[in-house]
């Protein structure tokens, strides 16, 4: 598959540009009944994200491409099928490959929705 299913873009879950941390992404989001929250990305271009922290863990998976997570300095590159579990409070960026799809978990509330921000 080259994008999620159309189910998965249903406009009222699209993530506020005010919640993205990297410039033209695409996102959408689900929340879960514990405060957790699903989101996943499509980056169309390469682009990078700004370095910032969460107050929960953050889980996440390349479906399609590669993203590459700065921690510490430390690049780590993750390509389609990989994933990795970032600490709650522990500084993170990154920089995705064109045409780059991710699916992120969130222990705790991390975006809101067009017309919520």
Not at 2 to 20: E, H, I, L, R
Not at 43 to 58: I, L, M, R, V
Request: no cysteine; proline share 3%.
């Amino acid at each position: 598959m080259k994008d999620f299913p159309a189910f998965m873009k249903n406009p009222v879950n699209k993530v506020a540009t005010a919640s993205q941390y990297a410039k033209g992404i695409e996102g959408y989001v689900y929340d879960g009944v514990d405060g957790s929250q699903m989101v996943h990305w499509t980056y169309p271009e390469s682009g990078q994200s700004a370095k910032h922290t969460h107050e929960f863990d953050e889980y996440m998976l390349v479906v399609q491409g590669r993203y590459i997570l700065i921690i510490e300095g430390k690049r780590i590159s993750l390509k389609a099928g990989d994933e990795y579990l970032i600490k709650a409070g522990v500084p993170h960026g990154g920089e995705a490959v064109a045409e780059s799809r991710v699916i992120e978990v969130f222990g705790g509330k991390r975006a809101n929705r067009v017309g919520d921000d």
